[in-house]
């Protein structure tokens, strides 16, 4: 019903940046949420931004001023510009859609984003 496909993640120096791209295919639902959560080893899968079907962006506060949300045109591709990356952004982003209003919600696998020193 929902297949979501990440790509972007890699290696990279603090301080640089890194652009992630999830791909949604499959059934299009008019409402819905699109967005990108993170886990980092040893701890709980965080919220990082989404987006709702109106536009409306949500940031975790760790990550507002340096990360943008936005959406593609055809409105099935969200992207994560990371910009100023630091250590503790190392984690494995998940993208996520979520199909409103019944909240049921569907995950991609993962993508590693790994920032050295």
């Known amino acids: 019903q929902v297949q979501l496909v990440e790509s972007g993640g890699g290696l990279v120096q603090s301080g640089v940046s890194l652009r992630l791209s999830c791909v949604h295919s499959g059934r299009i639902f008019s409402l819905y949420r699109m967005g990108w959560y993170r886990q980092a080893p040893g701890k709980q899968r965080e919220l990082v931004a989404t987006i709702n079907h109106d536009d409306n962006i949500l940031y975790a506060d760790s990550v507002k001023g340096r990360f943008t949300l936005s959406r593609g045109n055809a409105k099935n591709t969200v992207y994560l510009q990371m910009n100023s990356l630091k250590l503790e952004d190392t984690a494995v982003y998940y993208c996520?859609?979520?199909?409103?209003?019944?909240?049921?919600?569907?995950w991609g696998q993962g993508t590693q984003v790994t920032v050295s020193s």
């Open positions: 996520q859609y979520v199909i409103l209003p019944t909240m049921r919600y569907f």
